[in-house]
């Protein structure tokens, strides 16, 4: 199993899929062996590719931006016009996001196994699972974008799937319909920008695409707006802004869904999509800027609103729509290393983190901090491995979030203007202080519903399993940054060597800028604690402390109303206004306004209804007309 | 006047074989249905022998693969004609399959309603046959003759004779307007050949501009109104919703597949000559028939309604190609025709099954169709989804084509405005999608099935619809073999 | 010899005719006899294209017999549906006929 | 339904005010064309033409204006007697026939029945609007293009050539067979449509008589 095979992976999930989805009902356990023994045999292979990888690439016969390693032309269209192909493509951001989707996919497939118990759904829940990690491998492999945007949008529907997953309960199914919808207006700028490229080369092939780009055989205003469109599936995908609204909704789906999708891998696609293209990124400026600027206001609107959210797992999805931010960030300012780093760890620890606040629901039945508090003393384990999810988010040194939270710092304090490394750094303490006011009120000071945390106790081990594997990571997945550790693996310049795209990086430590960061995170820490640790209403105060703003945050900066008014008065307005004009002018207007305009004939204005045979015949005879006198107009 | 035609005359009158057993088993069912009492036969064995009829003619149909032969010079059976043979012989037989246990209940002639369906398939085969006028639009009136018909047959319906009465009026009209059109093309061309008028235009036909584009904008109009393009659209919707489903199903997907091969022979062939003159007609069509389909169809609540409209938007998707003629636009358009039928008819034949349920087309009447049926909301879910153009489905991978072959054409901003339209699309599908599965059912809330030839007909289109969506080279091949005889 | 452009200037003003009649008349057996007015001009651009053009192979002569034919055919067809119409209604006015609408 | 038949005295009106119509339009018409012929500046035949052109097209308008719906049919007669001597002119006799026998004879009467069985007398009076300006100016429009396209264009080479009838049969059933058969199923569907909607069907009084569609409307 090396590289070459690489399609072997998606290809046993498909299996699993199908025969979970038809037989559930047939098997014991509905099935849930099957999906969990194909994940173990997918993270196994994995382990191969990588041991191929690295013995590819430590033996110098890797071509970072090599042909694909196995093709087949799936649909040849016309005989020399496009052809859509079947290939893969790995390279090293391929092999991190394999391990990262695999290793996290088992992970939540455990767990499940103890928090899905009992569900009425339980084998299709499972089949979903399969789907969705065979897209998302499908995803990251694909060596040209016809085959990404059918796993893209394979994701896509797998999450609209699983958001809806109760779709008993009307909340899921809108926030799984308004997920969908989103994301979907995100991938008409994939889908556009995937037509122009392949107008301007020919070609569906990722490297071929980018072999042509960075030649200049594109005209760079073409290849600037290509680019933002690309952008623009990317942000859809990766809940930027101003698509970032379903992302918090999508908390509606089962929380083991939400640490699989919605913080570890689907929402990261957009991340993957811009690195995969970061050569061309780093060609079209204009495209590159618009990258960092949505990232830095995403991190920042989110990590406002994380602040004064009181639902656990809308909090993590606030944290995760930040995070994301942050790493597009590092990709607007050149760093795909950096970016890269981060979206690894923080694929552990927000999973953790997103587990662990399933394991808080799976106890009490709550999932607002106004209903939680002093879960330390019922649940010390989970306690605990939030916590360290939590200082891994906060970027508490030793911990994994801090590293790779140093590297884009570093990153953007090089490749951009300083204001935008202040608003960064502040953004970080933000990420801290949240983090913080997460913690203490749910697991610290006085239990705010007694009910609830005498009902509460300590998950099954197959929940906490996956707990402390995660919580291992989230401690030292960080370190793999160090020289030290990369030559352990055989990479003579650490693992940052191998994480580029069209320039080696070395990852790099700054003393002062990672000594500035641990100040901000402490500090938050202890603003947070001092803060939150006290009475239980010191909780809500902050709301008497500014109103208005804090009317503003929780309104989530009115993006979602103004959504809805767009949605109701624009779009629905504008077919209501063709549909009216359907009837009232072609019909009526045109009827009796127009008779009224001619006066003279003397007829009076009636309201008509339609759907009569002249009125009908008069639209024909108006399109005629109109035809002909465009046509005998253009002689 | 022989010199005319001169020695080319053929009379391989085998080569009309399938419409010849089409038009026996017409009458075969007429004859069965009115002598129904002294043959002793149910009424059961109808859609049976019409099937039987069907599967016959398309099986002889596919003896000339790859012919090419001219019968008298008035029609060509190429691979062209032998695709469309197929594929209409294929969508009357899943139409009859679907639907027997509606037309029992609902048809009040059911003899007439099969003996309908099967002539009009040879209308619809011969429009895409056909390599000259008169052939062209006599076979057009046999479709559209049958289609009036066929509407009025609700049995106790209203709406069905209302339908019935639109549809032939404004049908008279539109093909007045096609005739008028028609002749001025003779008067231009000198001939009701196909091949002599190109020719002809080729010539550049000095002097005769304004009639040679008064013609065009009629023969235009004509067609547009068959294809149901906007706005010769206005009659859509209400014979939609009159006519009774299968012929609804019938309408949205043999009909408009009959007029765009029609369109496609018009305008590769004799009228590829004048494309300035025309293109731009259909680019407005297009256009007009995309924005207005899918945004009225936002606020329909009938599902035959949504339908219409919804099939208002894949005409003008459809008209992209023919805007954009080439050999790949003219094999994208094919292959997308392909899809377009079976997942219209799987969503159609779904529909039916649950219309024989409810008895409501009214799109509440889909509340709780996932408790109550989760394999016919899947079937639903699937071919909205299709339609749409969600991956994996037929609806995307073909769209993506006769896109992909249109912004080649030069028309990316036909395109780009096509690809926003189908997302919008996605929004009204979803409303059907939401009722199914969010609702509960408003009456019985147990589980119930259906018929076998119901398993079977949305079975075979579903597993279609996913067969095109993810491996559509074999369905690709044939609709270039199809299309390479066009130019 | 009597000039192409006298013909041609019927049919066009005959087609207008049927046209308007179509639009304005409210009586479906009306609407048919406009649209009989339509087709008939159709009918004699044929005739005379055939006769003036096209005298050796004169297809446009067959086609005005075929317009001839289906015409007929048509006001058959069209005549059956609006005496349904009137049986069910009571009526034959197209402007009340229309219970189908938005 | 007979009691709806015109009388024979109505009969008479309308002969005789058809006949005072076509006088007063005809007469005048007449006397213009003679003079331009004995001018010399028309020939004979096309003396006829205009004549024959006059029948149609006031036929034409009488058909779409006259409010009297057995008016407007018999006004029809006209124009399509009208256009078979257009036929005759443009020395296709066969057309001619078969447009008098089938029209005439044909059409005609089946349309007169149908205004028959249906009662109607009128053209209903719209009360409540009406869309006629605009059919008019559409129509207008139109026409004034059609006619503009007529005059622009060149038709270049002109001849007049007899079709005789043995050539027309046999071109109609050697080269043109397949249509003809065509034409033949096209009858059978139109017969089909005819019987299925005029038949009275016998389970009609099982109709729902209204309300049906308003209720899938609401």
Not at chain 1, 26 to 46: E, K, S, T, W, Y
Not at chain 1, 186 to 192: A, E, N
Not at chain 2, 121 to 141: D, F, N
Request: hydrophobic share 55%; no cysteine.
């Amino acid at each position: 199993m090396g590289m070459e095979q690489v399609w072997v992976l998606p290809a046993i999930l498909a299996g699993v899929f199908v025969v979970v989805a038809l037989f559930n009902r047939l098997l014991p356990h509905r099935g849930d062996f099957l999906a969990i023994l194909g994940m173990l045999a997918v993270v196994a292979l994995v382990a191969l590719v990588l041991l191929d990888f690295q013995g590819a690439f430590v033996g110098g016969h890797f071509d970072p931006a090599g042909t694909n390693v196995y093709a087949f032309d799936w649909l040849t269209i016309g005989h020399d016009f496009f052809t859509i192909q079947f290939s893969t493509f790995v390279d090293s951001i391929t092999v991190v996001m394999l391990v990262v989707v695999s290793f996290v996919a088992l992970m939540v497939m455990l767990y499940s196994v103890g928090y899905m118990h009992g569900e009425p759904r339980y084998g299709w829940y499972f089949a979903l699972l399969a789907f969705f990690t065979a897209a998302m491998l499908t995803l990251v492999i694909s060596g040209n974008l016809i085959q990404l945007y059918l796993a893209w949008e394979g994701v896509g529907l797998a999450s609209y799937l699983l958001i809806g997953f109760y779709w008993e309960r009307r909340t899921a199914a809108e926030a799984a319909k308004k997920a969908f919808i989103t994301t979907r207006i995100g991938d008409v700028g994939l889908l556009i920008g995937i037509i122009l490229l392949w107008r301007a080369t020919g070609s569906f092939d990722i490297q071929t695409i980018i072999a042509a780009a960075r030649s200049g055989a594109i005209d760079e205003t073409y290849l600037t707006v290509a680019m933002l469109l690309l952008f623009a599936g990317a942000a859809g995908k990766s809940a930027q802004f101003p698509l970032h609204v379903w992302l918090p909704d999508a908390m509606e789906g089962p929380t083991p869904v939400s640490a699989l999708i919605h913080a570890a891998t689907m929402v990261v696609a957009g991340v993957y999509l811009v690195a995969r293209f970061s050569p061309v990124f780093a060609e079209v400026l204009v495209a590159r800027d618009v990258v960092l600027y949505v990232g830095l206001l995403t991190a920042v609107m989110a990590a406002t609103m994380a602040l004064v959210e009181n639902d656990i797992k809308r909090v993590l999805a606030y944290s995760t729509v930040s995070q994301l931010g942050f790493m597009f960030v590092a990709l607007g300012a050149g760093a795909v290393t950096a970016a890269m780093f981060h979206l690894f760890t923080h694929a552990f620890f927000k999973s953790l983190l997103f587990l662990g606040s399933g394991s808080v629901i799976h106890a009490t039945e709550h999932q607002t901090v106004e209903q939680l508090g002093g879960l330390r003393r019922k649940m010390p384990i989970t306690t605990l491995t939030f916590v360290v999810g939590g200082l891994a988010l906060a970027g508490v040194p030793i911990f994994a979030g801090f590293w790779s939270k140093d590297e884009i710092l570093v990153a953007v304090n090089e490749g951009a203007a300083l204001p935008v490394y202040a608003i960064l750094a502040l953004t970080a303490g933000l990420t801290a202080l949240y983090t913080t006011r997460l913690i203490l009120l749910t697991f610290f000071g006085e239990p705010k519903n007694q009910h609830a945390f005498e009902h509460a106790h300590e998950s099954p081990p197959p929940m906490l399993g996956p707990l402390v594997i995660l919580a291992a990571l989230a401690t030292v997945a960080g370190f793999v940054a160090l020289d030290g550790v990369g030559r352990a693996l055989g990479f003579a310049g650490g693992i940052g060597e191998i994480l580029y795209l069209s320039s080696p990086h070395h990852f790099e430590f700054n003393a002062m800028l990672a000594l500035a960061s641990t100040v901000v995170a402490v500090g938050a820490i202890g603003i947070g604690w001092a803060y939150w640790s006290g009475t239980a209403e010191r909780a809500t105060r902050a709301r008497l402390w500014a109103p208005e703003l804090h009317q503003l945050l929780v309104r989530r900066y009115y993006m979602d109303d103004l959504y809805q008014a767009l949605i109701n008065r624009v779009i629905l307005g504008l077919a209501g206004v063709v549909a009216w004009f359907d009837k009232r002018v072609v019909n009526e207007t045109g009827v009796d306004g127009g008779a009224q305009l001619l006066g003279f004939f003397g007829y009076r204005l009636k309201f008509l209804q339609t759907g009569k045979i002249p009125n009908y015949a008069l639209a024909m005879a108006v399109g005629l007309t109109a035809i002909v006198l465009v046509a005998f107009g253009r002689q | 006047m022989n010199d005319a035609f001169g020695n080319a005359l053929s009379f391989r009158y085998e080569l009309l074989l399938p419409e010849i057993i089409l038009a026996i088993t017409a009458a075969l069912v007429i004859g069965a249905d009115a002598f129904r009492s002294e043959l002793r036969l149910g009424r059961r064995i109808l859609p049976w022998l019409s099937v039987l009829g069907l599967l016959v003619a398309g099986g002889v149909s596919l003896l000339w693969i790859d012919e090419s032969s001219d019968f008298q010079l008035l029609l060509t059976i190429d691979n062209f004609t032998t695709f469309f043979r197929v594929l209409f012989i294929a969508t009357a037989v899943f139409v009859i399959l679907g639907s027997h246990e509606y037309v029992e209940k609902h048809i009040g002639h059911i003899g007439e309603f099969y003996a309908l369906i099967l002539l009009s398939t040879v209308g619809a085969i011969y429009m895409a046959a056909a390599r000259e006028l008169l052939t062209a639009y006599v076979s057009i009136e046999i479709l559209s003759f049958s289609l009036y018909v066929a509407v009025s047959l609700a049995r106790n319906d209203r709406r069905s004779g209302e339908a019935a009465l639109k549809y032939a009026l404004l049908g008279g009209v539109a093909s007045a307007m096609l005739l008028y059109g028609l002749s001025l093309l003779y008067g231009v061309g000198g001939s009701t050949q196909y091949a002599e008028i190109g020719a002809a235009l080729a010539g550049g036909a000095p002097g005769m501009t304004l009639p040679l584009l008064l013609g065009l904008a009629l023969i235009i109009a004509g067609l547009g109104f068959k294809a149901s393009a906007v706005p010769f659209h206005m009659y859509t919707p209400d014979v939609y919703e009159g006519a009774p489903l299968p012929i609804t199903a019938y309408i949205a997907a043999t009909s408009k597949a009959a007029v765009l091969a029609l369109f496609l022979r018009w305008f590769s062939g004799p009228l590829l000559p004048a494309i300035d003159d025309w293109q731009w007609m259909i680019v407005g069509l297009s256009l007009a028939s995309m924005a207005l389909g899918n945004l009225i169809a936002l606020q329909q609540h009938n599902i035959k309604r949504l339908l219409a409209y919804s099939s208002i938007g894949q005409v003008g998707f459809m008209l992209m190609a023919i805007a954009t003629i080439s050999e790949v636009s003219a094999s994208a358009l094919l292959l997308h025709i392909g899809g377009y039928l079976i997942t219209n008819l799987a969503v159609f034949t779904a529909v039916i099954a649950l219309y024989n349920r409810t008895g409501t087309e009214e799109i509440s009447g889909f509340r709780g169709l996932a408790q109550t049926n989760p394999y016919l909301a899947l079937v639903i879910t699937a071919g909205l989804f299709s339609l749409a153009g969600m991956p994996m489905l037929a609806g995307f991978l073909t769209k993506f084509i006769l896109f992909q072959s249109a912004s080649q054409g030069g028309y990316l901003w036909l395109v780009t405005f096509a690809v926003m339209m189908s997302v919008l699309s996605l929004y009204y599908y979803l409303k059907v999608i939401r009722e199914m599965y969010l609702h509960q059912p408003d009456g019985d809330p147990s589980r119930w099935r259906l018929t076998p030839t119901g398993y079977l007909a949305t079975g075979v289109l579903s597993l279609g619809m996913v067969v095109v969506g993810v491996y559509a080279a074999p369905l690709y091949t044939m609709a270039d073999r199809a299309s390479r005889v066009l130019f | 010899m009597i000039p192409i452009e006298n013909f041609l200037l019927l049919a066009a003003v005959l087609f207008a005719i049927g046209f308007y009649g179509v639009l304005a008349r409210r009586s479906a057996i009306l609407i048919l006899i406009s649209v009989e007015l339509m087709l008939a001009g159709a009918a004699i651009n044929f005739v005379t294209f055939a006769t003036y053009l096209d005298p050796v192979g004169f297809s446009g002569a067959v086609f005005a017999l075929f317009v001839i034919t289906v015409a007929a055919a048509e006001v058959g067809l069209a005549l059956g549906i609006v005496l349904r119409i009137f049986r069910e209604r009571q009526t034959v006015n197209v402007d009340e006929v229309d219970s189908l609408k938005w | 339904m007979f009691d709806r038949l015109p009388l024979p005295s109505q009969f008479d009106r309308i002969i005789v005010q058809g006949g005072i119509a076509a006088t007063l339009f005809g007469v005048p018409v007449l006397v213009v064309l003679l003079a331009l012929l004995i001018g010399n500046r028309i020939e004979a035949p096309e003396l006829v033409f205009w004549l024959d052109a006059t029948v149609v097209l006031l036929g034409a308008l009488g058909a779409v204006f006259l409010r009297n719906l057995v008016h407007a049919a018999l006004a029809l007669i006209a124009t399509l007697i009208g256009v078979a001597g257009i036929f005759l002119l443009l020395a296709n006799e066969f057309l001619a026939l078969v447009q008098i026998l089938v029209y005439g004879g044909g059409v005609v009467i089946l349309l007169i029945f149908g205004l028959m069985l249906t009662n109607a007398q009128d053209d209903p009076v719209v009360t409540d609007g009406s869309q006629k300006p605009f059919a008019f100016g559409i129509a207008a429009i139109l026409g004034g293009l059609f006619v503009a396209a007529v005059i622009d264009a060149n038709w270049g080479a002109q001849t007049l050539s007899v079709v005789p009838f043995r050539d027309f049969g046999a071109r109609l059933f050697r080269d043109f067979l397949v249509p003809v058969i065509l034409v033949a199923v096209l009858l059978d569907i139109a017969l089909t449509g005819a019987f299925v909607n005029a038949r009275r069907s016998s389970d009609e009084d099982a109709m729902v008589p209204t309300g049906q569609d308003a209720e899938a409307r609401s």
